[in-house]
């Protein structure tokens, strides 16, 4: 089984996921990403290789940002150690001192008891399949030993969280002054950052879920987990909410009603936004296939172009990266902003959004009234043949259902990556319809499907 998945390795802390594994994994790194031009050019230099360090706040990530920092260091590398910090900071901090790489050791919005390593090759940007590939590969070979003075050092990154709180508060294109915002963070990596951040922006700040204790990330808090964030905001009268996940890569809000405005909402008022300043490159949005129709259509009715991709920020930063494009992301609230980070930014994304908010002197509730949110039903239907998602049945049963919501609707069928399950999401205008039409296709792929 392949050790990459979508996002990094990641699984159970000394389950899968040992101090040996990260040691080897961080040498192999070191083998591949520790021999580029770059690097080389350093070497000539009489200097070594550069890597950047972080961990969210997940009490594994001690022992595992220590046996990467020394994989690396054993191989030759110099290290970064930047700390707890989101993983859109350790992404900017490798293109800003000009590392060769960079780790973050995260599980993003997964339990405490998990944990994941994420590489970055220079420039901050992810890996693309071949380079993981080539990693997986020299687990198996030769590692770098280098002795005496070639033996990496590794270092604290002391200016760390201040070179990415400045370099967010110079992409805002206005102040967030006279805005009252209840911040949660998860109990995760932007605990420290995020509340200074929006407060440096001019924000009047209540911060949740900022009390992080090794073992309580995600833990009913964060952008999997609203309720808290929406009863806080009408509790303490805020104009919106933001949720972070644990490593801050995400960003989902509420309006000052407490209804949950998300990431295909915030991407509407950003485009627009974007579109109206002149920064939306090409009048272009970048997004993946389980984007509502109602982005499809806001979107359409203001003169910009949706292009969507598979489901995974990866694949959206492929499309940005291949056209140039600005702006693109996902549902979930993985939103990149290509101006400003290689990756998706949860401080990033609702610093922005709120600074609309301030320009326009809207609520948030007002702006996100430019796209209509269509009901959208996902049914995970189990214990079927995930290979078989074409059959032809099935795919008659989509036909029918297609042609039953015409404009008005649409179906997606999905084999997951990792389960044997198919995803059934139905749309339409209206929410009963959209009910019966997805729970008739389950019965059929579940019939058709069956193991």
Do not use: W
């Not at 690396?72 to 910090?85: E, F, K, Q, T």
């Amino acid at each position: 089984m392949a050790l990459f998945g979508t996002d990094g390795v990641r699984g159970l802390a000394n389950g899968p996921l040992t101090a040996d594994l990260a040691l080897s994994l961080a040498q192999a790194t070191a083998v591949v990403l520790g021999q580029g031009r770059s690097a080389e050019a350093r070497r000539a230099a009489g200097k070594r290789p550069t890597a950047v360090v972080a961990r969210d706040p997940r009490i594994s990530g001690e022992f595992l940002a220590a046996a990467v920092a020394a994989g690396l260091a054993s191989s030759g590398v110099d290290v970064l150690d930047a700390g707890v910090l989101p993983t859109p900071a350790a992404a900017f901090l490798i293109g800003d001192i000009d590392a060769d790489f960079g780790v973050m050791v995260s599980a993003s919005h997964n339990p405490a008891p998990d944990n994941g390593i994420k590489i970055f090759a220079r420039g901050g940007v992810k890996l693309p399949d071949a380079v993981e590939q080539r990693i997986e590969f020299a687990l198996a070979g030769p590692k770098l030993q280098p002795t005496g003075a070639e033996v990496g050092r590794i270092r604290r990154f002391a200016d760390a969280e201040d070179r990415y709180v400045v370099h967010l508060l110079q992409s805002l294109p206005h102040r967030l002054d006279g805005l009252h915002v209840v911040l949660d963070c998860a109990h995760g990596a932007a605990a420290g950052v995020s509340p200074e951040t929006f407060r440096d922006a001019g924000a009047r700040v209540t911060v949740i879920g900022a009390d992080p204790d090794g073992l309580n990330i995600n833990d009913g808090v964060g952008s999997t987990h609203l309720d808290h964030l929406a009863a806080e905001v009408l509790r303490v009268g805020a104009d919106l909410g933001i949720a972070h996940d644990g490593d801050a890569d995400r960003c989902l809000a509420v309006d000052a009603a407490g209804r949950v405005i998300d990431g295909d909402q915030i991407m509407a008022i950003l485009a627009v936004s974007m579109r109206d300043r002149g920064v939306l490159r090409d009048d272009t949005l970048v997004a993946t296939v389980m984007s509502n129709l109602g982005l499809h259509r806001a979107m359409a009715a203001n003169g910009i172009r949706v292009l969507q991709t598979a489901v995974g920020d990866r694949y959206v930063l492929e499309e940005m990266n291949s056209g140039g494009y600005a702006l693109g992301g996902e549902q979930s609230g993985h939103v990149i902003m290509s101006d400003f980070a290689t990756t998706g930014d949860g401080l990033l994304t609702g610093l922005h959004l709120m600074s609309e908010m301030a320009r326009q002197g809207r609520s948030l509730a007002e702006l996100a009234s430019v796209m209509t949110v269509f009901p959208q039903v996902l049914i995970n239907v189990k214990d079927v043949d995930r290979t078989r998602v074409a059959d032809p049945g099935v795919a008659e049963a989509v036909a029918a259902a297609e042609a039953e919501l015409g404009s008005s609707g649409r179906v997606l069928l999905r084999a997951s990556g990792t389960e044997q399950l198919v995803r059934v999401m139905v749309e339409a205008e209206d929410a009963e319809q959209a009910q019966q039409i997805a729970e008739r296709l389950a019965a059929v792929v579940r019939e058709r499907l069956a193991l």
